[in-house]
C-alpha cells in the first residue's frame, strides 16, 4: 500500500442536545481520514461520521469531493464503513475511487514494531505520516464508545484529522488511528487489525456491528485469604463475580459467589487477566472481540467448591445506564412542565467535566448500578419548565424518580405506560430521591401542558418512539 490509498473525509454533523432534548444543536463542520479497502469503499472512524448528515470524501492532490453513505458504522469499535456511488445525473462519482489503490489488511503487530500514521491532520491539505513505535497491546476503554476493547498504543501523534486514518506495517493496514492518550504527549492508540476485521466479517454476514457483553462485575482474587475462603490453590487463577446484570449473557447462568475461572478457552489469572493469542497479557474480556452477538463461549465456573462447565449465548452489553448514543434522538417526556428522561452518559455530558460536576448520586449509578427486573433504566427529573401548575418543584431537578403513583418505573417507557393509566381525575404523585415529592392534579397537568410548551417553544410533549404511548394523554388525539 502506498499513501495514496488514504482519503480525507469531511463530515457535517449534528448532535441532539440534552440539556434541551426537543431539539438538536448547531451543525458543525469536521475532517478526518480514511483508507480504500475495497471498490468504492472507505474505512474510517465511527466518531469521524458520528451524527453525520452528510459526508464527503477527497482523494489525494484532487479538489474535487464526493458525497459518500455510511454502509455500516460499530460505535463500539469506532468504526465505520464508507460507500461511494453514483448520485443523481452525476454517474462519475461510482468511479472516483477506481484509480485509487486498495489497501490490503495485515496482522496484529508485535511490541516494539515500526508503523507509521497516515492521515490528513488539521491545519494543512496534504496527507502527513508520522512514524513511532508500537508499545503496549492491551485492552483499553475506547472514549468513543466507553466500551473496554484491545488497543494498540504506539508513540507516534495522532492528532485532530488524523482519526480515521490507517497505521501502516510493511505496506499494509494493521490498525486505524482512533485517540490519543489523555495527559501523555505523542501517545495515541489504534483500533487492532483483528477487530477490523471482525467488523467487516459482521457487515458481510450481515449481523450485528455491536460488541456483545458478558454482563457481569468482578473482582480479583489476589488477596491469599480471598482465595483460601473460596477453595483456591497457590497455582489456580479467577475472580470472584460480585454482579449480574439482568437479561446479560451471564444472568440465569453465573451466580454471585462464583469464581470464574476460564473463558472461551483462556485461563483467567487472580488479576483478571488472559494470556491472549500467547503472548499478550490484558483484561479477559479482550475475547468478546472474537465474537458476535448470538455466539455461544464456553466458561468454567467454580461454585461451592465444584467446577461447572457452561455453554454463555452472547447478547448486548446489559447497563443500567447507557453509554453515548449516536444517531439516535433522547427519549424524553413532558409533564406538567416536569422533564423526564433516561439517565445515560449523554446526559451527564451535559455538565462540562461531568466526572467531577455533576450530581454524585447520578455519577454512582453511572459507575456502579446493574440492571435488576424491577428496574431496567433510571429516570431522572432533568427540569421543571416553570408555571403555576409546577410552582415549587424547582428545587427537585437532577433527581432521579423513585416512583410514580406507588409504582417504581421499570424504566422511562414503563413510566410513559403509567402515565397513560392515570386518569384525569387523579393526582399525579412523583418521589424522587433526597425525600422529594411532586404531586399535581393529571387533568390540570394535560392543560397546562400546551401552554408550557407554547411559552417555551417546544415542538411535542414527548420524544417520537413514546407518542403511540401517550396520544390522548399528553398528546392530543
Known amino acids: 500500500m502506498t499513501f495514496r490509498s488514504v482519503v480525507k473525509v469531511h463530515a457535517t454533523t449534528q448532535k441532539p442536545d440534552y440539556d434541551a432534548p426537543w431539539m438538536g444543536t448547531s451543525p458543525s463542520s469536521s475532517s478526518g481520514s480514511g483508507v480504500v479497502i475495497g471498490p468504492g469503499q472507505v474505512l474510517t472512524g465511527a466518531h469521524v461520521v458520528a451524527n453525520a448528515t452528510f459526508v464527503q470524501i477527497q482523494k489525494l492532490n484532487d479538489p474535487t469531493k464526493v458525497v459518500a453513505h455510511i454502509v455500516a458504522i460499530s460505535h463500539d469499535l469506532d468504526l465505520a464503513l464508507l460507500e461511494v456511488r453514483a448520485l443523481g445525473d452525476n454517474r462519475g462519482d461510482a468511479n472516483y475511487l477506481d484509480a485509487v489503490p486498495v489497501a490490503e489488511l495485515g496482522e496484529l503487530p508485535r511490541i516494539q514494531d515500526r508503523v507509521s500514521v497516515v492521515g490528513y491532520p488539521v491545519g494543512g491539505e496534504e496527507v502527513s505520516i508520522t512514524e513511532g513505535v508500537v508499545s503496549r497491546i492491551e485492552v483499553q476503554e475506547y472514549a468513543h464508545s466507553q466500551r473496554n476493547a484491545l488497543a494498540v498504543t504506539v508513540d507516534a501523534a495522532i492528532n485532530d484529522g488524523n482519526s480515521?486514518?490507517?497505521?501502516?506495517?510493511?505496506?499494509?493496514?494493521?490498525?486505524?488511528?482512533f485517540q490519543t492518550r489523555e495527559g501523555a504527549e505523542a501517545i495515541g492508540e489504534i483500533v487492532p487489525v483483528p477487530l477490523i476485521r471482525h467488523f467487516l466479517s459482521a457487515v458481510r454476514n450481515r449481523c450485528s456491528t455491536r460488541l456483545p457483553g458478558l454482563g457481569i462485575r468482578t473482582m480479583k482474587m489476589e488477596n491469599p485469604a480471598l482465595r483460601r475462603r473460596y477453595g483456591l490453590g497457590r497455582s489456580e487463577g479467577g475472580v470472584l463475580v460480585t454482579g449480574i446484570a439482568y437479561g446479560s449473557s451471564a444472568f440465569?447462568?453465573?451466580?454471585?459467589?462464583?469464581?470464574?475461572?476460564?473463558?472461551?478457552?483462556?485461563?483467567?489469572?487472580e488479576n483478571a487477566t488472559v494470556l491472549y493469542q500467547g503472548h499478550i497479557r490484558t483484561a479477559f474480556d479482550v475475547v468478546l472481540g472474537d465474537h458476535h452477538i448470538g455466539d455461544t463461549v464456553q466458561a468454567r465456573i467454580q461454585r461451592d467448591g465444584e467446577a461447572h462447565e457452561l455453554q454463555l449465548l452472547l447478547k448486548e452489553d446489559a447497563r443500567l445506564v447507557g453509554c453515548s448514543r449516536y444517531e439516535q434522538n433522547p427519549i424524553y417526556i413532558i409533564c406538567g412542565g416536569i422533564v423526564l428522561q433516561p439517565l445515560s452518559r449523554d446526559f451527564l455530558e451535559a455538565w462540562s467535566k461531568w466526572w467531577h460536576q455533576a450530581p454524585k448520586e447520578l455519577l454512582h449509578i453511572y459507575y456502579e448500578g446493574?440492571?435488576?427486573?424491577?428496574?431496567q433504566g433510571i429516570v431522572v427529573v432533568s427540569q421543571v419548565l416553570a408555571d403555576e401548575v409546577n410552582v415549587g418543584y424547582q428545587q427537585f431537578t437532577e433527581t432521579t424518580v423513585l416512583s410514580i403513583n406507588g409504582k417504581q418505573p421499570v424504566d422511562i417507557q414503563d413510566m410513559a405506560r403509567i402515565l397513560a393509566q392515570t386518569s384525569c381525575s387523579e393526582d399525579l404523585e412523583i418521589r424522587t430521591s433526597y425525600g422529594g415529592k411532586i404531586l399535581m392534579n393529571m387533568g390540570q397537568a394535560q392543560q397546562a401542558n400546551q401552554r408550557i410548551l407554547e411559552r417555551y417553544r417546544i415542538p411535542n410533549a414527548c420524544s417520537e418512539d413514546l407518542e403511540e404511548i401517550l396520544r390522548g394523554v399528553l398528546i392530543p388525539c
Do not use: F, M
Open 370 to 375: 446493574l440492571p435488576t427486573k424491577e428496574c
Open 164 to 177: 480515521g486514518g490507517p497505521v501502516i506495517d510493511s505496506n499494509r493496514v494493521v490498525g486505524i488511528a
Open 252 to 269: 440465569g447462568y453465573i451466580q454471585e459467589g462464583d469464581v470464574l475461572l476460564h473463558l472461551d478457552g483462556y485461563a483467567v489469572a
